[in-house]
């Protein structure tokens, strides 16, 4: 509830920059209901971001919070993991600063397993630079860079990161704001490197360009366009081509994580093993 | 319970984007001439909190 998760947010730095009807907010809201819920203490977890829209939450996060270079909010909570294993770190990040110009650090935290929890705003677009397209706008939709539609396919994140090695990856839009809030819980719980894509929404920046209506009708679209990946296993392949699945996309129990690894190594160096 | 104000609104930081009144499952809320928001019937309200879960701008608050 919003009044239980206001003590976790900058109120007086609100109203936020974000435009109207951008899903980001949302998405924020479920990000602190989830740590809200899990009872994390405020002290002890850390939000790192990088540059765009999405990234400019953790300016309205009332915890210890970096916003960092383009690209590179991995980078830095993997240094903040490694120097304080005991913090919850969370890196919030766009498709843009996540999967571009951030691409590398993204597939490598992932196959490290380090424990730290990512959530992509995915709005499928560069919206603060003026909707320029980035490696998720889908193949055929407009940018500023793509007058006469994008010939690029996009990457399912969600694929690459499993294929990277990731050990929790979940899928969720801002119109299911409770799947949302229950998938980066389940993030949390993950010790390991821990994905999770929100797809947003962005009226003014993709919406406007491609026709797709003010922020409800896109609603309507997310709510149209999405099936559960329960669902999605019992309908099949053919009946579910260019929708979004939502949910629990993977879990994988018991592979060690990083900073525990590394803790071992500095035990065994130390009593002069090899 | 005082039913009247079981919704709160902030007006002031409303960006009027139309989200919460179009998920409105029970027409409990409407737009004024700015697009923005406003309660117009608040006894009609089951508290299921889609608006306030929905709202970017945090502008809804249900139960006080």
Redesign the interface.
């Known amino acids: 509830?919003?009044?239980d998760i206001e003590k976790l947010?900058r109120v007086k730095r609100?109203?936020?920059i974000?435009?109207?009807?951008?899903?980001?907010?949302?998405v924020m809201?479920a990000m602190l209901e989830a740590i809200n819920d899990k009872g994390l203490d405020p002290d002890k977890t850390v939000v790192v971001s990088g540059i765009g829209c999405s990234s400019r939450a953790t300016g309205y996060m009332n915890f210890d919070t970096l916003h960092t270079m383009h690209g590179r909010a991995l980078a830095f909570a993997t240094g903040v993991k490694l120097a304080k294993p005991e913090l919850n770190v969370f890196v919030v990040t766009g498709d843009g600063d996540g999967s571009a110009i951030g691409g590398n650090h993204f597939i490598h935290a992932a196959r490290r397993n380090i424990d730290l929890n990512v959530i992509m705003f995915n709005n499928n677009i560069y919206g603060m630079t003026g909707g320029q397209y980035s490696p998720l706008t889908p193949q055929g939709r407009f940018a500023t860079t793509a007058p006469y539609g994008n010939l690029e396919r996009p990457f399912d994140i969600c694929k690459l990161a499993q294929g990277s090695g990731a050990t929790y990856v979940g899928r969720s839009t801002?119109?299911h704001?409770?799947l949302l809030t229950d998938v980066i819980k389940a993030a949390i719980d993950n010790k390991g490197f821990s994905f999770v894509e929100a797809v947003s929404i962005c009226?003014i920046s993709y919406g406007r360009r491609n026709k797709l209506g003010?922020?409800?009708q896109m609603?309507?679209w997310l709510k149209e366009n999405t099936v559960n990946v329960k669902a999605a296993e019992k309908l099949g392949a053919e009946k579910t081509a260019g929708k979004i699945i939502i949910g629990e996309l993977y879990h994988e129990a018991g592979t060690l994580e990083y900073t525990e690894l590394y803790d071992r190594l500095i035990t065994r160096v130390e009593e002069g093993g090899r | 319970m005082n039913k009247e104000k079981k919704i709160e609104v902030n007006t002031k930081g409303c960006k009027a984007c139309g989200i919460c009144y179009a998920l409105c499952p029970q027409g409990v809320l409407d737009k004024d001439h700015m697009g923005k928001v406003v309660v117009k019937n608040p006894d009609a309200c089951t508290q299921c909190r889609i608006c306030e879960d929905h709202c970017p701008d945090y502008c809804i608050k249900i139960g006080g």
């Open positions: 509830m919003l009044k947010m609100l109203p936020h974000w435009c109207p009807g951008c899903g980001n907010g949302i809201k801002v119109f704001t409770k009226p003010a922020a409800p609603m309507k």
